[in-house]
């Protein structure tokens, strides 16, 4: 089955720069890779997503990249906030069938003012 | 307003108790899930069904049994067989598909007593 690995799992960064989480994934067939924001005491958040027919995506101050090839996909975080701080989990779907996504452990953001 | 809704927020169990964990949607998601976050785990399966009276094991199922009598709703039941029940439990849904995000609730802090 799909495995995926994150790293790091706990990132400090100074406002104002930029922040790179990256994951890796085993199963060739998976073709979705959403990235989930989670502060304290809540549920993650959807933040962005990106399908395999497409390299990078960006969403205002975050963006994500896709390399097929290499299965590796990475979330970007530009002119960070103190609200960006919490953890942060990425996923990919399960490969073939309608199996459930598959997380990463997760990273700790930490954005110092 | 649509969204998951998780209850109790926190719950308490004494040793040898059976409790329940609550989850209701109104996405109209066929698909829901429960999952178990410990510090440093990330998010572990336990069951999630994609459909009304079917359900499936995840990766942590023992020790745990859920029902799936109403699309809207997948309670999860912490049995007296799960000998380490302290945890996160975090309840989502989707539609039914590969490519699918899943959208989550807010979560149940379980603690023994």
């Known amino acids: 089955g799909e495995n995926v690995e994150q790293h790091p799992s706990t990132l400090s960064v100074q406002e104002g720069d930029s922040a790179v989480i990256k994951c890796t994934y085993s199963d060739s067939a998976s073709n979705y890779f959403p990235w989930y924001k989670q502060e304290l005491g809540k549920g993650p958040q959807l933040i962005i997503d990106?399908?395999?027919?497409?390299g990078e995506k960006k969403d205002q101050r975050i963006a994500v990249t896709l390399n097929k090839t290499a299965k590796h996909f990475s979330l970007h975080i530009t002119e960070t906030q103190p609200e960006d701080s919490a953890v942060y989990f990425c996923?990919?779907?399960?490969?073939?069938?309608?199996?459930?996504?598959?997380f990463g452990k997760g990273t700790r953001l930490s954005v110092i003012a | 307003d649509g969204g998951i809704t998780q209850s109790p927020k926190y719950l308490f169990r004494k040793e040898g108790q059976n409790v329940t964990l609550s989850c209701e949607q109104n996405?109209?998601?066929?698909?829901m899930y429960w999952y178990r976050q410990d510090p440093g785990q990330g998010l572990r399966l336990i069951y999630y069904s994609q459909i009304v009276n079917d359900f499936q094991k995840g990766d942590i199922a023992e020790g745990y049994s859920v029902s799936r009598e109403k699309k809207e709703s997948f309670p999860l039941t912490v049995t007296s067989a799960q000998k380490n029940p302290t945890a996160f439990y975090l309840c989502?849904?989707?539609?039914?598909?590969?490519?699918?995000?899943?959208?989550f609730g807010d979560g149940t802090r379980l603690s023994i007593l």
């Open positions: 996923a990919a779907s399960g490969g073939s069938g309608n199996t459930p996504l598959v």
């Open positions: 989502a849904s989707s539609i039914v598909g590969r490519n699918q995000p899943q959208h």
């Open positions: 996405l109209n998601h066929d698909a």
């Open positions: 990106i399908r395999s027919n497409v």
